[in-house]
């Protein structure tokens, strides 16, 4: 990718797959370490496997130790170059989550992304300097996931030197966040052999109890539906009260929260519904 410097402007489908219920209780089974996030409830309803990323981590210790602490195996998602993204890196991993590199992308609206940014006019060598640089400031990454990203995630070419840089690690996976309708990154890092998944729902676009709960409802909906299902919340204090409460009820409507990589162990053939997008974002 040979483009001109950055120019003052900052601009910021679906991939998921499904499987027979069969093959997913085959392919998660004994993969939970929280109890109560797996528990069968007898109910008779087909098992819902999903998701649940926490974005936006490492600017706050107190939000970001209460997102570590989530009674299921919540992903934690965390922004390069923050205050806390090391500390709360490594006791994520300590504590059992997985930990992403939150990767800072271009967005088609004005508001920075932040410290590590990758643009659609770096060159080649910056962009894969930068990628480089922020993976070492959040130790333990098992994968990627975009910050904003609404542009950059609709360039081929960009899309193309991220996914064969993380294929040449060889251990990361990419989650396409979906900022944008017109995403191509989780079709590029498909074609690149990179294990990739989706985002079905913003969990706090609105962030109200009555919002977020209405949220998750939809994402257990969806993965009954469809197999299983990705969630993405941030760490407000409302979105964190009500994963608080709501994760240890999950049991009663046959619902498991899972890790990503379990979800990643399944074969993934794409769906027409995987193609909707539940929120907005940039």
Sequence with gaps: MTVAPRRAKRG???????????ALATCLSGALT??????????????????????????????????????????????????HADRLAREAHAGGKEVLLHLPMEP??????????????????EFLYTLAYDLVTVPHAVGVNNHMGSRLTQE?????LLMEALRN??????????????????????EHGVPVLARNVFLDNEPSDKAIRARLDE????????????AIGHPHPRTLAVLEQW???????????????????LRQKPRAEDSRIAGAGM
């Design 34 to 83: 929280v109890p109560t996030a797996g528990a069968e409830s007898g109910a008779g309803l087909p098992t819902a496997y999903l998701s649940i990323i926490i974005d936006d981590l490492g600017n706050s210790l107190r939000e970001g130790r209460r997102a570590v602490a989530l009674p299921a195996p919540v992903a934690c998602a965390i922004l390069p170059h923050t205050t």
């Design 247 to 265: 994760l240890p009820t999950i049991a009663r409507d046959n619902a498991r929260v899972v890790r990503l990589t379990d979800l990643l162990k």
């Design 219 to 230: 994402t257990v909906a969806i993965a009954r539906r469809n197999g299983f299902a990705i």
């Design 156 to 160: 081929p070419v960009a899309m193309r």
């Design 12 to 22: 910021a489908v679906g991939f998921l797959g499904a499987l027979t219920r069969v």
């Design 108 to 125: 088609l609206t004005d508001e920075p992304p932040g410290p590590g940014v990758l643009d659609a006019v770096m060159p080649a060598r």
């Design 169 to 190: 690690r060889g251990n990361l996976f990419f989650v396409d966040s979906r900022t944008s309708p017109h995403s191509v990154a989780a079709r590029v890092a498909a």
